[in-house]
């Protein structure tokens, strides 16, 4: 197990490309393992303090990695804990693996990914297994929790997988969905807009967007987009 | 001073074909070797192939439509090429920004590239944009078909004042010549229409797009302008449009020019389908070339689609609505006043898909079966894709056994569609070097530049590859990496990349037009006044673009 914890407070972002696989790598590999802060070119070393437990294919990131935007993009395989807060664009377009981060995440957490775990203890900001903007899908496969509360735009474009949210989240949930399914135990704001498939099932208070028509067990839309999706009450 | 030694130069307008010789430069010309002495930097050419730099005569590198293409495909913005230090930050998949542009041209061996649609009251934006782009030599044409002067002046017949409007509008613009994007049909779309064919009316003005594109030749010629009329004909896209390319083709019949052709056709792949329907659409690429090859007086470019991204910006406005609804993707619409319109979609084109290897087919025929001196080698950028591929390009005009190999990976509606398979034909070095460097020049009129005579302008590529030795029918492997990235790249005189790294920045020039001096003005003062104060969303005094106003231009006066 790797474990890296921030060296000072970052005034500005730090973007880290590291995955678990890292934790393989020779000490030297490690230490000189190239990140940015901000514009300039980093070693690892500079930025974070690095100790070893054992041998096997884990990272423990321990302190503040709010500022630190990237984690676990990629991974295929292994596990990444966070133990306090996490930065943008962890686990984006992740395969495999899982990550637990113990504190809050903010953006793009799950962008586009294609399989493995997230789980996230606090809150976590918007685009959750969205879409990079431009591009046709979101997240495809695998699972996101987040056991507290959601920005907006969760599980834009999403193709695939399952997004379950514990507290409440902000407007345009599943938007432009195609497939896979969103459950949300809280409240939410708008739902649905433009959907294709998929299922979003929320338990708490919603607002659906006017292309949906009453079914059976819910509603059925987004009718504009010729969509079959499925919001339903849980 | 530049003295390149032992090269092997191929300079189809004056006839050299892989020749042995030594250029020399001063002053960012091409000289004579007596001329050259003291200081002189050797350049030890020997085994390489010498040229003229590329001219890229149909590219859209600046304006409000790029710029909106770059705004609703972030996705494009994500592949970076260049990170900023001696260079400026370059970024971009297809669509690139404006410091990439030049960089790339100039990566390739290519020293200008020309803005083929300028809306006219995008000028200012137009040019601060092409200042915007490094290395290379630039121009825009101002578009002309729908714009409600010409209209008017053709409806009316007032021969004079659509000539003086014309003089008027490129000065203004700081433009090159007279581009016409669909005549009419763009006007029409303002009220949910089209003009498909040469004798549709355009609502509200009782003309025809045949009636505007005669008159604008026939007016483009008296005043004998740098460059021809260069057309974007009606109906793009449509099934059995061949047909209507070869009509408007035929309206130059009655004119001609002895320096150059009277009417350039653009891209016209787009314009090269036979067939009724989607089903059974075809090739009429040879058609087209029997009617271009016959007659002295059209040029063409080929708009030549390459498989993967593209973006589709065209000042069609109606045809970029047809290929929204045809392809469901993201669609953005742009109007501008009184004098046309935009559109932009992505795209991309896929092998597999058999509208898309027929587009592919196509291109390569006209390539193929239009005479070297009457087409130019264009993708159309960013529409057909990305000009950085236009050694694929070039190595599939020259190998039969490429194009075969290429063929087995494309949908196997090409084989029933189109005649590509069957044409044995391979352009030689000396012809591609000519569709790439010598004819566009001719095409713009630009006697300085795409060749390598005495008095041209410096502006030379090397390549590491020697034409004697190289088979570029079957090495065709060897001739796309080779032309992907130069030797050695000199602008105006001096070394701005070699072996595909950057050495060195600067700044091209703009080139306009000005034919200010042939019209008197007086004949439509009045008209402007009005159709300002009535029409335009800004006063005339602020319309336009002062040379001033520009980092390096170059008026041409039209004598």
């Keep these: 197990m ?38 300039d070119k980093a070693k690892l070393s500079d930025l974070f303090e690095i100790s070893r437990e054992g041998d096997d294919a884990k990272l423990l990131l321990d302190g503040d990695f709010s500022k630190v935007k990237w984690i676990g993009a990629r991974m295929d395989e292994g596990e990444i804990v966070v133990k306090g807060d996490i930065g943008d664009h962890c686990g984006a377009y992740m395969t495999g693996g899982k990550i637990v981060v113990e504190g809050n995440a903010l953006d793009w957490i799950g962008a586009e990914m294609k399989g493995g775990e997230i789980e996230v203890n606090g809150n976590v900001r918007n685009y959750v297994g969205c879409a990079y903007w431009g591009n ?9 929790t987040v056991k507290g509360n959601a920005g907006n735009y969760i599980g834009e474009k999403m193709g695939g997988g399952e997004i379950e949210i514990m507290g409440d989240t902000g407007d345009f949930v599943g938007t432009e969905m195609k497939d896979g399914t969103i ?35 819910g509603f059925e839309g987004d009718v504009n987009a010729g969509g079959k999706g499925k919001v339903l009450q849980l | ?47 390489k192939l010498v040229v003229a730099g590329g001219f890229d005569m149909h590219a859209h590198i600046a304006g409000s439509k790029i710029n909106v293409g770059r705004e609703m495909r972030p996705e494009e913005m994500r592949t970076v ?73 053709v409806a009316e017949k007032n021969w004079e004042k659509l000539r003086t409007f014309i003089a008027w509008a490129i000065e203004r613009t700081k433009g090159f010549g007279v581009k016409v994007v669909n005549p009419g049909g763009v006007e029409a779309w303002m009220y949910g229409g089209n003009c498909k064919s040469l004798d549709d009316e355009v609502p509200g003005f009782g003309v025809t797009p045949r009636e505007i594109i005669t008159a604008l030749i026939q007016e483009t010629e008296n005043l004998n302008l740098s460059h021809s009329v260069h057309l974007h004909c009606n109906n793009l896209g449509t099934p059995g449009n061949y047909e209507t390319t070869i009509e408007s083709m035929k309206l130059a019949s009655k004119f001609s020019n002895d320096r150059r052709q009277v009417l350039h056709v653009t891209h016209v792949q787009f314009n090269a389908y036979s067939g009724s329907s989607w089903r059974d659409v075809g090739s009429g690429a040879a058609e087209i070339a029997k009617y271009v090859n016959s007659v002295d007086n059209i040029t063409i470019d080929m708009g030549q689609p390459i498989f993967g991204h593209a973006t589709a910006m065209t000042g069609d406005a109606p045809f970029q609505f047809t290929l929204h609804k045809l392809t469901g993707a993201r669609w953005s619409n742009k109007d501008s ?16 898909n058999p509208i898309h290897a027929l587009q592919w087919a196509i291109g390569l025929e006209l390539g193929l079966l239009v005479d070297s001196d009457k087409v130019v080698l264009s993708t159309d950028y960013p529409n057909g894709g990305p000009f950085t591929e236009y050694p694929y390009i070039m190595a599939m ?5 490429m194009r075969e190999k290429e063929l087995e990976r494309v949908s196997p509606y090409v084989q029933k569609a189109t005649g590509l398979a069957a044409i044995d034909r391979e352009k030689t070095l000396f012809e591609v070097i000519q569709m790439t460097r010598s004819l566009p020049a001719r095409v713009m009129g630009l006697d300085s530049k795409g060749h390598l005579g005495f008095g041209a302008d410096a502006d030379i590529a090397i390549y590491n590859f020697d034409p004697l030795t190289v088979d570029v029918t079957n090495d065709f492997e060897t001739v796309y990496k080779v032309f992907k990235t130069s030797a050695y790249t000199i602008k105006g005189g001096e070394i701005i990349a070699m072996n595909g790294e950057l050495v060195k920045e600067v700044w091209g020039r703009t080139f306009w037009v000005d034919a200010t001096s042939k019209v008197e003005m007086e004949a439509i003062e009045s008209d402007l006044d009005e159709m300002f104060s009535k029409y335009y969303s800004l006063e005339r005094q602020n319309y336009g673009v002062e040379e001033s106003w520009i980092k390096k231009p170059e008026r041409l006066v039209m004598g």
């Design chain 2, 81 to 153: 090429r260049l990170v900023a230090g001696k260079f400026r930050a370059s970024i971009g998949r297809v669509l690139l920004t404006s410091p990439a542009i030049g960089y790339e041209y100039a990566k390739m061996g290519y020293t200008s590239a020309f803005e083929a649609a300028q809306p006219p009251v995008g000028a200012l934006h137009t040019h601060e944009e092409l200042d915007a782009i490094p290395m290379i030599d630039k121009a825009a044409l101002p578009v002309f078909g729908n714009w409600h002067f010409v209209l008017k002046y």
């Design chain 1, 2 to 39: 790797l474990i890296l914890k921030p060296k000072f407070d970052f005034e500005i972002s730090v973007e880290a490309e590291i995955t678990p696989a890292l934790a393989l790598a020779t000490d030297e590999e490690i230490s000189n393992y190239q990140v940015y802060y901000g514009k």
């Design chain 1, 136 to 144: 046709m899908t979101g997240m495809t496969g695998g699972k996101i």
């Design chain 2, 1 to 47: 001073m530049l003295h390149i030694k032992n090269g092997i130069v191929i300079d189809p307008k004056n006839g050299i074909d892989a020749e042995k010789m030594d250029i020399f430069v001063k002053n960012g010309k091409i000289v004579e070797e007596s001329e050259v002495k003291g200081d002189v930097k050797v350049i030890d050419a020997s085994n």
């Design chain 2, 397 to 401: 005009l020259m190998s039969r056994k």
């Design chain 2, 337 to 352: 006043e009184i004098e046309g319109g935009a559109g932009i979609v992505p795209i991309g084109y896929l092998p597999k």
């Design chain 1, 183 to 217: 459950v949300i135990h809280g409240n939410c704001g708008f739902v649905g807009g433009d959907m294709k498939g998929g299922t979003i099932k929320i338990k708490g208070n919603f607002e659906l967007v006017p292309g949906f028509r009453k079914v059976e067990d």
